[in-house]
DNA sequence: GTGAAAGCGCTAACAA
DNA sequence: TTGTTAGCGCTTTCAC
């Protein structure tokens, strides 16, 4: 690999002079500027990305945390990023963390070595709170996108997942359901106990009691959701919900998938819904009835919110929050009211 | 952030010391190295990765340039990748090109500034070889994943695929069918001709011909398989394919839904079989056999492959190539021989 | 055992 | 207008 020194050495020239024309940042009288230039091209020189780092104090790279890359809400966020970012001049660094706390350490790690200038978080977790806040404290520029931290401070990107369980609910009832069913995430989850509010408020507004067994916790994702499911499916039939409102669409194909397995029809025996509205949903064999998260919306203004602190550090902390929108297919049914 | 000097001063020794104990290669006596490991916490420091990397000449990265993150294809392979990558101290960094030569241009430059010490490229387009045969030049190490480019020079980990492409068809061939079409990838894509040659083998050791307009090429993805699959669906009953092998399951589902639209059933008016395996090919409502490719394994194997080579950059190419294997489920019923 | 200092490649302040 | 040089933070050789 050539150095800038080869580059001077070749044109005739010093290292300023070649940094200059790299840089574009000061005069160079055109031809030692064509001279360094042809250098550059004969040589296949490119600056080096580390050396550049070390004198500039950044990388011009931005990291973003996901829980786990595989499930499908995640690349259409990951995309908005990287698009945002490049218009930008920055990279982004991706990390998995999949939902294991050593990870998201290592992630911190490689914040604090320099290697990343910010941090997009899509996936705190309760118990990352202290490392995140330690980052915080050192004034790293870092913004959380979907999952929300209460009163962490960060720059914050969510839908409004209220909202989301409100309509949910709302359409299940509007369909003519009174046993309406909430299958949230894990226990402690925001972003799953700001849904089942909206849904509980809905139910409250509709005069209906909800019994503890009809809101269940757990993974989100679909074996759990089958499982619990299969639970429903196996209730008497006077008891049993005739309507489930789970809290991603891929939780819902384990509830379709436990509803088929058992034999119940949807929307006839029940009815289900999702959040997310992945592509999926729209397949002709699926037509998931779903609330729209907008990810790559979610990532873009996550992006700019953490390109514009990297500008302006000093910045109050801003709170967006996105409109989510019901998506009816046929997962409900048209109109049991 | 504080930096090493800092460390060497508040702990009372020099930097070469705190260095020694940072990187525990030197006897440094257990008094003096207790000092420095406090000094460490107390001024939470973390050595930058600029610095070392421009001293160390590497940078510790490998990078993973995939066309598309929300095809469902590449999240395993980035997740093996990542893995992999950990478990040796190698952080990723992913790049999406969405098949721009643009970005992977940047992804190229990314290299040649020392960004990355390696790259896997799981997207190799005809129209990217120069760009490649001129990091491969330079002798920076690159494996291909999943795309060949033939005659490159470089790792590569592949999968079957024209064992795939013999598969699918003899499949459909021992349930009956005569009439198969096979709908492959962008013209000119290796891994699409492969398993279009696979295809074609099968149908000759059958003794059937096979009319160009059976063997389509387009984008594998949903939409252009969509169109494709209404074109056949116009056709005469006596004429039109009874069985149609997509190059990937996205495309199958866009294969599914035209019949669906067009109320063809599926198996008895149509069988239809994808690639991939991916996850949504197993829920119930869906149900699709296809040809399994594993993608973790993919993104495994060229991982290992690339550390393998930044350990020894002289060693010759290696070629991987990975069974596929054939996935069973409803689309193509049971048996109609 | 430990420390001083050179140097990785680059930028920019300062000098000419 | 261009060149010389210090220094970013780190590792490692060489000297003690």
Chains 1, 2 share one sequence.
Not at 91 to 106: F, G, S
Not at 170 to 198: C, K, Q, T, W, Y
Not at 305 to 329: C, K, S, T, Y
């Amino acid at each position: 690999m050539s150095t800038i020194k080869d580059i001077a050495k070749h044109a005739g020239v010093s290292v300023a002079t070649v940094s200059y024309v790299l840089n574009n940042n000061r005069y160079v009288s055109p031809e030692k500027k064509e001279r360094v230039l042809a250098a550059i091209r004969e040589l296949n020189y490119a600056p080096n990305a580390a050396a550049r780092g070390l004198r500039a104090g950044e990388s011009r790279t931005i990291g973003l945390i996901v829980s786990d890359i595989s499930n499908p809400f995640y690349p259409d966020l990951a995309k908005a990023c990287e698009d945002e970012a490049q218009k930008h001049g920055y990279a982004v660094h991706m990390i998995n963390t999949n939902d294991q706390p050593e990870r998201m350490r290592q992630a911190v790690a490689q914040a604090r070595e320099g290697k990343i200038d910010g941090l997009i978080v899509t996936s705190a977790l309760e118990a990352d709170r202290e490392l995140l806040q330690s980052l915080l404290a050192r004034n790293f520029p870092l913004v959380l996108a979907h999952r929300r931290l209460e009163a962490l401070g960060a720059d914050l990107v969510e839908s409004d997942n209220f909202e989301g369980g409100l309509m949910a609910a709302r359409h299940m009832l509007r369909l003519g359901h009174r046993r309406i069913a909430f299958m949230s995430g894990v226990a402690g989850s925001p972003i799953s106990e700001l849904r089942a509010a909206g849904y509980r408020q809905a139910m409250e507004e509709a005069g209906i009691d909800v019994p503890p067994e009809w809101v269940l916790s757990g993974e989100a994702r679909y074996a759990a959701s089958y499982e619990r499911m299969l639970g429903y499916a196996d209730m008497a039939p006077g008891e049993r919900p005739t309507a489930v409102i789970n809290m991603s669409d891929i939780g819902a194909m384990g509830v379709l998938d436990a509803a088929a397995d058992r034999g119940l029809r949807v929307p006839e025996d029940v009815a289900v819904m999702g959040f997310d509205d992945l592509f999926l949903a729209a397949f002709r064999s699926v037509r998931l009835t779903t609330v729209r998260i907008p990810r790559y919306e979610l990532g873009r203004r996550a992006t700019e919110l953490l390109l514009d602190r990297l500008a302006d550090a000093g910045r109050e902390a801003r709170h967006v929050v996105l409109p989510v929108e019901l998506i009816v297919r046929g997962t409900c049914g048209g109109g049991r009211a």
